[in-house]
């Protein structure tokens, strides 16, 4: 196994996450945070963190969501944030800050879902921080996506130029343009914008990357590899990327940062992790194409958020154990 995880990122060896009093300024005191998106993948981990840590957490849900994977006592409210929110938004009184997590459903269903995408990733980020200041809140941390680089033979640093891929594209377009529209808010309240590279976790939806891989081997379906490896990526553990949202609201200044792990892995590796963790043989469906790879650089993170602390085979293998038999 270490050989298959030799890519672990030297610069975030040893790097501890900051100390409590950079990273939670206020803790002491309870604060009042809105979640959007808390029934979601990071969004529960979010809110779950928040909860322990004595935060006063509102979960913000689509309609229609349940609310029993929150923990108790948490303040839950249904809002269709893509159908004129402004009115329900004023309604949650005031809070300190927000964490903006919420997906419009069936984002990667183009061009179906076309206009729920662009009213939920651009229209309702801007009615939160419209809203978030009305509410005297201080800051605004936005979930984009590391997707909005596109594919890059070298790691992937936030200044690196926007330019999406054909696949997901218009869902990508809509995130890159909100970050866009939340800078003109950065003089009224400080907005943060982290960039998560392949989150992964348990109860995450069969149709991710992590999930699909896992059941691909388990079933004995051949995994695509372009070049013979596919993609290169360093996800990240659904834990540490709720983290890193959580260490946000401690920072004094606007930070812009990728959000993912500390290993680089290639799709064969993942499936050859798996099949081993399985005991099963894993195959390949090898093609002549170079492979898009997804290679987050993240010494932003490390220095203002603190680095991933969890090692991709130890995540894998909990995603395995708690991943159900067919999905």
């Not at 108790?72 to 929110?85: M, R």
């Not at 996506?145 to 218009?170: H, Q």
């Not at 932003?300 to 991943?323: C, N, P, Q, Y």
């Amino acid at each position: 196994m270490d050989a298959l995880l030799r890519k672990r990122m030297s610069r975030d060896r040893g790097r501890k996450r900051p100390p409590e009093s950079r990273r939670m300024k206020g803790a002491a005191a309870q604060r009042r945070i809105v979640v959007t998106g808390a029934a979601g993948l990071v969004g529960r981990s979010v809110v779950q963190q928040l909860v322990r840590r004595g935060d006063d957490v509102l979960a913000v849900l689509r309609p229609n969501v349940s609310a029993n994977a929150l923990p108790a006592g948490v303040s839950a409210v249904e809002i269709d944030l893509g159908e004129k929110p402004e009115q329900a938004l004023a309604a949650l009184g005031r809070f300190d800050a927000l964490i903006h997590l919420a997906q419009a459903p069936g984002w990667h269903g183009f061009p179906k879902q076309a206009g729920a995408i662009a009213r939920i990733n651009v229209a309702a980020s801007a009615a939160l921080a419209e809203a978030a200041i009305a509410a005297g809140a201080r800051c605004m941390v936005m979930a984009s996506s590391g997707g909005i680089y596109g594919p890059s033979p070298t790691p992937i640093r936030e200044e690196s130029p926007i330019k999406p891929g054909d696949e997901l594209g218009f869902y990508l377009a809509a995130k890159a343009a909100a970050e866009s529209l939340l800078g003109y808010f950065r003089p009224h309240l400080l907005v943060h914008v982290l960039r998560p590279f392949f989150v992964y976790g348990p109860g995450q939806a069969p149709s991710f990357l992590l999930p699909r891989l896992v059941n691909s081997v388990r079933s004995g379906t051949a995994v695509r590899v372009d070049g013979g490896t596919g993609p290169a990526i360093n996800p990240i553990w659904v834990e540490d990327a709720a983290a890193a949202f959580i260490a946000a609201l401690g920072c004094d200044t606007a930070v812009t940062a990728n959000i993912a792990g500390p290993d680089v892995v290639t799709v064969r590796e993942i499936a050859t992790l798996v099949a081993a963790r399985l005991g099963v043989t894993a195959n390949f469906d090898e093609t002549a194409r170079a492979p898009d790879n997804y290679v987050a650089d993240t010494s932003v993170m490390a220095h203002k958020l603190g680095a991933a602390t969890t090692s991709f085979e130890t995540g894998l293998s909990a995603l395995i154990d708690r991943l159900p038999p067919e999905t």
